[in-house]
């Protein structure tokens, strides 16, 4: 397993207070471990953190499903690299907040939409 960037462990501690630097994971209220994605984090070590280590349920896991998102399509970004700072600003505003697809989950229910 590789360290964590130092902004990525410090984004994380300032967030979550039962962040654990040593296994990158927080205690969400409902008790569940989940990782600790960050806007310091690449898209593919977002991704590796996203793989669930066993067969059990997880938070990413289930964010990960597109049933809810009829109007955001996964490809919408092109792929295209977001700058940090629209990132960092998305995290910041939207705990849902996704870099992967640049969407965020709105409060009041609906499909994903994208930050802008």
């Known amino acids: 397993r590789h360290a964590a960037p130092a902004a990525h462990v410090e984004w994380c501690a300032s ?37 669930p280590a066993d067969d059990s349920a997880s938070y990413v896991e289930a964010t990960d499903t597109w049933s809810m998102d009829g109007n955001v399509p996964a490809d919408e970004t092109g792929g295209a690299q977001l700058p940090p700072h629209h990132v960092e600003y998305c995290f910041s505003r939207y705990r849902s907040y996704r870099p992967e697809d640049n969407t965020y989950q709105p409060y009041s229910g609906g499909p994903r939409r994208q930050c802008e």
């Open 15 to 51: 967030r979550y207070r039962s962040y654990r630097p040593s296994d990158d994971h927080y205690t969400s209220y409902s008790g569940e471990q989940r990782p600790c994605i960050s806007p310091y984090l690449d898209a593919s070590a977002a991704e590796r953190v996203a793989q």
